[in-house]
């Protein structure tokens, strides 16, 4: 066996110790008169992840033929600080499970042979991320990027707006929810940076409307391709902006630091995906995916990864609605403490929402399938396949553009097209619609069932509808959930 003789094995359980890196293969030669045991591996995280097995466990982390492995009792995470050291420095690493022993077998005997051993119990299983949608939710900074003839033009053009964007950070490291033509000049030194205040008049970022994901994207991009340090180090300060709004419970707030005033902005907010965008980010730097594939985050910060997402991932299996005794889905804000529903706007009231539930149900399928993780996700699913919630044979219609025609409804029937609605009751599973307050200025006609009983600037201002679902099942179904 000498060619696993320098491995070193160690026990741990909810931590780790140093371990020697195992830099030779697990397979070798020996004697005519031993059989040598195979042993298998199976991937159960990416470098960042968490993982959990079956009692004690060998789990090895690294890649190619640098690994250390640790005998691991229950819950790890598969990070350079859970090993001890980084045994593959500069390389993607992730950890798999021994799915055999590596000790020598003994030679065959006249002796009845042994009853096979028990395979180990399924650590976590990694879904296949083929058609996952909400990897989509990291595509929009792409527009920003430059559109010119030549990879040195595009890059001088992408850097031109990098300076400028730069100019536009504050000094928590957030940005404000700014179209891309705010980039078109530097910041004046003058001009109000944010339109959002906390106390003390400080300006706030916000992940609201994709900011500051998309300018952190935009930035790792451009110190990609360019190597210019300035850009490494506003990426790096976007994300410790990400990391420190995290609130203890897990969840991410819209706004950092707090805002005044306006109270919604401070719940958890899975409205317009916000939340689940920054997690994906997240994910993708942890598993140092472009363009966060070289240096572009220290050690220190991605070390903080997985925490983070562990907690999101935490805060959201304890915030998910649970309608007489069965888990549903979630609602656009939560209570950061609490956990419960909460409203925003006058006319987005606490309820159980099937538009943002799609990506939050999204990202749960990019974990491990733990127990606890499996049965969210397939609670949340069924709930959308229920014939109580899916309304068959119809569709959401928008009015067209332009259009004055106030008795334009847009819910229209149509054969074989399915729609969910925006909003549903927390209690049943009945869907409504919300026009401003009778005391909001301008005042609007409150809570309602039917679409056209509410005031036509929040019937066609807002979204009340559309085949969500769909955008789940497509991947949901190919996985077997």
Request: aromatic share 8%.
């Given at each position: 066996m000498a060619a696993l003789s320098g491995a070193v094995i160690l026990t741990a359980c909810?931590?780790?110790?140093?371990?020697?890196?195992?830099d030779v293969d697990e397979q070798g030669t020996g004697p005519t008169n031993v059989a040598l045991a195979t042993t298998t591996w199976t991937r159960i995280?990416?470098?960042?992840?968490?993982?959990?097995?079956?009692?004690?466990?060998?789990?090895?982390?690294?890649?190619?033929?640098?690994?250390?492995?640790?005998?691991?009792?229950?819950?790890g995470k598969c990070t350079t600080a859970f090993f001890g050291s980084d045994p593959a420095p500069g390389v993607a690493k992730q950890c798999e499970l021994r799915g055999s022993s590596d000790t020598p077998a003994p030679a065959p005997a006249p002796a009845p042979a042994p009853a096979p051993a028990t395979a180990p119990a399924p650590a976590g299983e990694m879904l296949s991320q083929t058609g996952n949608p909400v990897y989509k939710e990291l595509n929009g900074?792409?527009?920003w990027l430059?559109?010119?003839?030549?990879?040195?033009?595009?890059?001088?053009?992408?850097?031109?707006?990098?300076?400028?964007?730069?100019?536009?950070?504050?000094?928590?490291?957030g940005f404000y929810k700014n179209a891309v033509k705010v980039y078109d000049t530097a910041w004046d030194g003058k001009a109000e940076r944010s339109g959002w205040k906390g106390a003390g008049g400080v300006e706030l970022g916000t992940i609201d409307n994709d900011a500051t994901v998309t300018e952190l994207l935009f930035l790792s991009d451009v110190y990609r391709r360019s190597g210019v340090a300035k850009y490494r180090d506003a990426a790096r300060k976007a994300l410790d902006f990400l990391l420190t709004m995290q609130y203890s419970s897990g969840g991410w707030p819209q706004v950092y630091p707090a805002r005044t005033g306006t109270i919604y902005s401070n719940y958890v907010t899975f409205n317009d995906n916000a939340m689940i965008r920054v997690m994906t980010l997240l994910d993708h730097a942890a598993q140092r995916k472009a363009p966060f594939d070289g240096d572009v985050f220290t050690t220190a910060q991605r070390d903080k990864?997985?925490?983070?997402?562990?907690?999101?991932?935490?805060?959201?299996l304890k915030a998910q609605i649970v309608q007489a005794g069965v888990k549903t889905v979630w609602c656009a804000q939560h209570d950061p403490v609490t956990y419960a529903p909460r409203g925003a706007r006058s006319f987005e009231l606490p309820s159980k929402s099937g538009q943002e539930s799609v990506l939050v149900v999204a990202f749960l399928m990019t974990r491990p399938q733990t127990p606890a993780i499996k049965s969210a996700v397939k609670s949340a699913i069924a709930w959308y396949k229920s014939p109580a919630v899916k309304v068959e044979d119809t569709a959401y219609v928008s009015r067209p553009s332009g259009s004055k025609d106030d008795k334009f409804n847009q819910i229209v029937s149509k054969a074989g097209s399915t729609m969910w609605y925006r909003f549903y009751d927390l209690d049943a599973d009945v869907g409504f619609f919300s026009g401003r307050l009778p005391t909001d200025n301008p005042p609007g006609a409150g809570k309602r069932y039917n679409l056209m009983d509410i005031e036509a600037e929040r019937r066609y201002g807002y979204q009340w509808g559309g085949n969500y679902g769909e955008r789940l099942f497509a991947y949901s179904d190919k996985v077997g959930y």
């Open positions: 909810g931590g780790s110790e140093s371990a020697s890196v195992d995280a990416s470098e960042g992840q968490s993982f959990t097995v079956s009692g004690k466990q060998t789990v090895r982390y690294g890649a190619g033929s640098k690994w250390i492995k640790l005998e691991v009792n229950g819950s900074y792409t527009e430059s559109g010119a003839s030549g990879d040195a033009a595009k890059l001088a053009a992408d850097k031109v707006r990098a300076d400028r964007m730069i100019t536009w950070q504050m000094p928590h490291g990864l997985a925490v983070a997402i562990d907690k999101g991932v935490d805060f959201i």
